[in-house]
């Protein structure tokens, strides 16, 4: 019994040792780095384009900044409010992937949803206000 008290701190030691965070082990399901952006409106004409980069924050969630332009001249349903530049944050879920570009609102909010597939990232944007879904297209995140 006098020895309980060592093998408890023992094992609180090793435990506390043990690699709880939960970083990316293998390749990157998706690979960080800087893409080029190109974004469609409903009916597949090109309204805008630009950058963005996608770091791993952990396993499971991503960050990076955006800087986008428009292309043409849209009306601002069929372009939203991806115009400008920013800090996004997102998640991963093997080749999926979603990003907020403007985290902080919910009210006037910007998301991205696509999938991973041979150095692409392809989907749907969303533009989100207050009344809903106020504007969609497709994106295209091609690796730089």
């Known amino acids: 019994m006098r020895n309980l008290p060592k093998v408890f701190l023992v094992i609180v030691v090793m435990l506390s040792g043990c690699n709880r965070s939960s970083e990316i082990s293998g390749p990157e399901p998706i690979p960080s780095g800087a893409y080029h952006y190109t ?3 409903s009916s597949g004409v090109a309204v805008a384009e630009g950058s963005l980069t996608i770091f791993y924050k952990d396993s499971i969630r991503c960050i990076g900044n955006w800087d986008i332009k428009q292309i043409g001249y849209p009306d601002p349903g069929r372009v939203g409010n991806q115009i400008g530049s920013g800090q996004h944050v997102g998640g991963i879920e093997g080749k999926n992937i979603w990003i907020e570009l ?4 919910i009210d006037n909010n910007f998301e991205l949803i696509g999938k991973f597939e041979r150095n692409i990232i392809q989907g749907e944007w969303h533009w989100i206000t ?3 879904l106020t504007g969609k297209g497709t994106f295209k995140l091609a690796k730089n």
């Open 39 to 41: 974004a469609f409106d």
């Open 102 to 105: 403007y985290p902080q609102y």
């Open 130 to 132: 207050f009344a809903g």
